[in-house]
């Protein structure tokens, strides 16, 4: 049973689970997929990689950000059976690179995947922040 | 090209010695003959048929005899040149600090290699130049000029400008020593063109040429890409035309650097040279010894040439280090690739942010936080304040020249003027750098009281405006040493840092006082209920709050500084943080000529964020046009990242409005803590939407389990537990206060919602953001606040 109570100009509900369990009837405005201002996540509208993304983190704009970029690029363009196999010389490239800076690139992270420990981002709401603090890092 | 340029660099000086040799030996036949000087001219150009004599004979088979030599030469230099500047690298890199050494030793080196090069290359009938070169290289060393020994410039004295290139460029990571490189190189210069001046036949200038061309590559080692190719095709470009021409020598001025260069060159005539041995380790001696060696012999002509060390156009210039700033540079490297990006900083430190300062690096256990700078997150791993580590950064002196671009950060200094007609600001130092693209991320100043400006010395020094590290560390060592500190504001910084500390104030024995106008704790950002319940929360952690509390003065009395309020009281203490707000730093609007607004603050800027055409602006400074919520300024470390990664990506030519609104949050001990996004003014009306409070809703318990303090919240929040608020009764009876466990407050300016706080309810912020994008007159906030599950984890 909820109730509700007014102070001056603020107004507080209390509501109870039940009274919350009713689907919502408010109406929220339909998202246009194509909306050029809105972010897009890793992966833009056109299918090419936002390498402005959060969740890659430093990895595209670091030291070794264009070996980085080449070898994402190549990975996700492939369409090998074993996704990426062509793109092994870039990744190393990419790994030679990133041995010269082991301060920015810590080893034992899995230095081909995009988001490593390193690059947990300036993660902003729109990347299903766990909490306030996801903006750091 | 470039390995024809470096190995003819390498094999001119052979050319050169041979040649002087000739030319010698024409002089002295000369002499021997009583012929008239007009034959010294023809014996450059004997090949014609009244050369002939033995002169001529001799001097055809030295060159052909050197031509063959140094092409077998080249080759070996080209071949082991390349493995000597990696390990050159690899021992810079492994340098932590320049040996301090002594810079006669590499000079005295210098000369017995100067010695079997010329040796190996010429004759053994060449005592005399020999012997002028030995001395030639020591007071050259020490950088006097060897007008009087013009001729007797040792030939690897030419080489050296070019093999200094990989030398002067490995000493680019060093800064000082990069100020005396190209100052010797501009010393050099001087006196290179008078020597040849008292050179008088013709074909020397293309040696001078060649070697004032290798004068300036070295002058500006920046602009070199440090390439293994570079020094080699340098050799050979000079050493072609010094061939061809059989020049007289030219004097160069040996360097230091260039002395070290001397040893590659020797190297590769180990076969013929006679102590060659001992030179693979005199590079290695001599290349951590010649920064210093640099230095020591650099002279008065430093002055003139050190901004040229020092980046003087960016592309993409970054006014101000702090989180906007780094935002866009990480924007604008990821949009733009091989983008160099200079920032420029009046802080020590490199990028970082601040809100730990405030909460989480007061909660950590490790003694030497205020060092290490170190943090736990809300899950569990550990950061440091700073974005990233120095090895992301590159040297604001390699900026213009590393392949790949990068980021640049120029500490210490500040920019005191802006020439937006001419694109190009001066700093602090007198540098002027032009721009391409400019943002301005100046941030601001905490704010000061009046009555505490007014107080004198003895308080201003017991008074701390909190906003950097180094406010962070001194005001950590006065909880440490002092017995009260009070806090006079009671907004965001203020309540963190009071609670900060009241947590500390037990084990420490440190009173902690917070005072502020209003009524409550975040008394300009929450609903009165919400805020009184706040500042209830806060006195429990220790805090003594004083609200309505309007500071009339301040004095130092015994001892102890004394806070006069208006309502009579008074509040003594050993200390005072004054945390009353932010005054951006808009100082350079007035040279720029760009708009302040009168309103907010801070320069004004449109929706995408831009000043003037080629001038953003973002974060603290920024007062922008927002398309949903209209003109605001915003101080939230939230949108100084989005309002910098906007501006990188607009400097980049996205042209993107803000769009993505940012939100913020703040912790004010283990049961408070929340999100909120868009204008969170306590002005507005307001309906908040409670879950009925329940045993679950303190997570207290929770947070002290897990003892990673406040961000474990929301990992943690209690499972569901007994009820224990009352039922329908509207009154909240004295004793069953209503408690505000979790719930979303929406703020409405005429009928939307404008800003919506998550109050300890975690993980809905695109919800929230969604509402306010949507910008609806919802009739039942009841319903919307369906959408964010507050009963649920």
Redesign the interface.
């Known amino acids: 049973?909820?109730?509700?109570?007014q102070?001056?100009?603020?107004?507080?509900?209390?509501?109870?689970?039940e009274?919350?369990e009713?689907?919502?009837?408010?109406?929220?405005?339909e998202?246009d997929p194509n909306d050029?201002?809105?972010?897009h996540g890793l992966i833009l509208p056109n299918g090419d990689i936002n390498?402005?993304c959060?969740c890659?983190g430093?990895m595209?704009?670091?030291?070794c950000?264009?070996q980085f970029?080449d070898a994402f690029s190549c990975f996700h363009n492939s369409k090998e059976e074993v996704k990426g196999s062509e793109c092994i010389d870039f990744f190393r490239g990419m790994q030679e690179c990133m041995q010269k800076?082991p301060?920015?690139y810590p080893q034992e992270d899995d230095n081909e995947s995009a988001p490593s420990?390193e690059a947990?981002s300036?993660q902003?709401?729109?990347n299903?922040?766990?909490?306030?603090?996801?903006?750091?890092? | 090209m470039f390995k024809c340029k470096a190995a003819w660099n390498k094999l001119a000086p052979l050319a050169r010695a041979s040649s002087t040799l000739c030319r010698q030996a024409g002089k002295r036949a000369v002499l021997r003959h009583e012929r008239t000087p007009q034959f010294v001219q023809p014996a450059h150009m004997s090949s014609g048929p009244s050369g002939g004599g033995g002169e001529n004979t001799l001097y055809f088979v030295l060159v052909g005899a050197t031509c063959l030599a140094g092409g077998a030469y080249a080759y070996s230099t080209l071949v082991g040149d390349r493995e000597r500047y990696q390990q050159r690298i690899t021992e810079i890199e492994s340098r932590s600090s320049k040996p301090a050494a002594e810079p006669s030793t590499p000079a005295k080196t210098q000369p017995e290699t100067a010695e079997p090069v010329s040796e190996a290359v010429v004759e053994p009938s060449i005592a005399e130049p020999v012997q002028e070169e030995a001395p030639v290289p020591e007071p050259a060393a020490e950088l006097v000029t060897e007008a009087p020994a013009p001729e007797a410039v040792p030939e690897p004295l030419v080489a050296e400008p070019c093999l200094a290139e990989p030398v002067v460029e490995e000493v680019t990571p060093e800064a000082p020593v990069l100020e005396a490189a190209p100052e010797l190189v501009v010393a050099s210069e001087a006196p290179a063109p008078e020597t040849p001046a008292s050179e008088a036949p013709a074909p020397e200038e293309p040696a001078p040429e060649a070697a004032a061309s290798q004068e300036p590559d070295s002058g500006a080692p920046t602009p070199e890409a440090p390439a293994p190719e570079a020094p080699v095709p340098e050799v050979s470009a000079p050493e072609a035309a010094l061939e061809e021409s059989a020049p007289e020598i030219v004097p160069e001025p040996p360097e230091a650097e260039h002395l070290v260069a001397e040893e590659p060159v020797t190297e590769a005539l180990v076969t013929e040279a006679v102590s060659a041995e001992p030179l693979p380790a005199a590079v290695a001696e001599i290349v951590p010894e010649t920064p210093p060696v640099t230095q020591s012999a650099s002279e008065p002509a430093s002055a003139a040439a050190s901004p040229a060390v020092e980046p003087t156009h960016a592309p993409y210039l970054l006014i101000g280090g702090g989180t906007a700033s780094f935002?866009a540079?990480?924007?604008?490297?990821?949009?733009d690739?091989?983008a160099r990006v200079l920032i420029v900083t009046e802080e020590d430190d490199l990028p970082y942010?601040r809100?730990?300062l405030s909460k989480?690096l007061w909660f950590s256990d490790d003694p030497t936080v205020t060092e290490t700078l170190r943090f736990k997150?809300?899950?569990g791993?550990e950061?440091s304040i700073y974005?990233?580590?120095?090895?992301?950064y590159?040297s604001p002196t390699e900026l213009e020249s590393v392949e790949?671009g990068?980021?640049a950060v120029l500490t210490g200094r500040k920019v005191m003027h802006m020439d937006v007609r001419g694109n190009k600001v001066k700093l602090s130092d007198g540098t002027e750098i032009s721009y391409d693209k400019c943002l301005i991320a100046t941030g601001g100043i905490p704010r000061n009281l009046q009555v505490i400006e007014r107080a004198g010395d003895e308080v201003m020094k017991r008074t701390t405006l909190f906003r950097k590290i180094e406010d962070f560390k001194a005001l950590e060592k006065v909880s440490r040493e002092l017995k009260s500190i009070t806090i006079i504001g009671g907004g965001f910084l203020g309540s963190e840092l009071a609670c900060a500390l009241g947590r500390r104030s037990a084990d420490l024995g440190l009173e902690v006082v917070q005072m502020f106008p209003e009524k409550g704790n975040m008394g300009k950002v929450l609903?009165?209920?919400l805020s009184n319940w706040t500042t209830d929360k806060v006195k429990k952690e220790g805090v003594k709050v004083l609200t309505e509390a309007v500071v009339k003065n301040v004095t130092y009395k015994e001892g102890k500084v004394e806070i006069k309020l208006k309502d009579g009281r008074v509040v003594k203490t050993d200390h005072v943080v004054a945390a009353v707000g932010l005054e951006p730093s808009v100082e350079l609007a007035k040279s720029a000529g760009l708009e302040i607004d009168s309103d907010f603050g801070g320069f004004r800027v449109n929706a995408e964020l831009q000043a003037r055409s080629n001038i953003w602006v973002a974060g603290d400074a920024a007062c922008f046009y927002d398309i949903k919520l209209g003109r605001r300024r915003v101080e939230h470390?939230?949108h100084a990242?989005?309002s910098g990664?906007l501006a990188?990506?607009n400097m980049t030519g996205a042209r993107?409005?803000y769009?993505?609104q940012?939100?913020?949050?703040?912790?004010l001990g283990p049961d408070v803590?929340y999100?909120a996004?868009g204008i969170v003014d306590s002005s507005?009306?307001?309906?908040?939407?409670?879950?009925?409070a329940t045993a679950k809703d303190t997570p207290k318990a929770a947070t002290e389990q897990s003892g990673t303090g406040i961000?474990s919240?929301?990992?943690t929040e209690a499972v569901a537990g007994s009820v224990a608020v009352g039922?329908?009764?509207?009154t909240p009876p004295p004793q069953q206060k209503?408690d505000y466990g979790k719930g979303v407050i929406f703020y409405l300016r005429d009928k939307v919602v404008v800003g919506i706080v998550l109050w300890n309810v975690?993980?809905r912020?695109?919800i929230a953001?969604?509402?306010i994008?949507?910008g609806?007159e919802?009739a039942?906030?009841?319903?919307?606040?369906?959408?964010f599950?507050?009963?649920e984890e």
């Open positions: 049973m909820s109730y509700c109570k102070e001056g100009k603020d107004q507080i509900i209390f509501v109870t689970k009274d919350h009713a689907p919502s009837n408010a109406e929220l405005v998202d050029p201002y809105e972010d390498w402005n959060p890659l430093g595209a704009s670091g030291p950000g264009q970029k800076y301060e920015l420990g947990e300036f902003t709401s729109n299903a922040n766990k909490n306030k603090t996801s903006s750091y890092s | 935002a540079a990480r924007s604008i490297r990821a949009r690739p091989g942010m809100p730990p989480e997150q809300w899950n791993k950061r974005f990233q580590p120095p090895s992301f590159v790949n990068g980021v609903p009165e209920y470390h939230d990242v989005v990664r990188g990506e993107k409005p769009w993505h940012s939100m913020f949050w703040s912790d803590g999100e996004i507005l009306p307001t309906v908040g939407v409670f879950a009925k961000r919240e929301s990992e039922k329908a009764a509207p209503e975690f993980n912020m695109p953001r969604k509402i994008k949507d609806e919802h039942d906030l009841n319903e919307v606040a369906k959408l599950n507050i009963h």
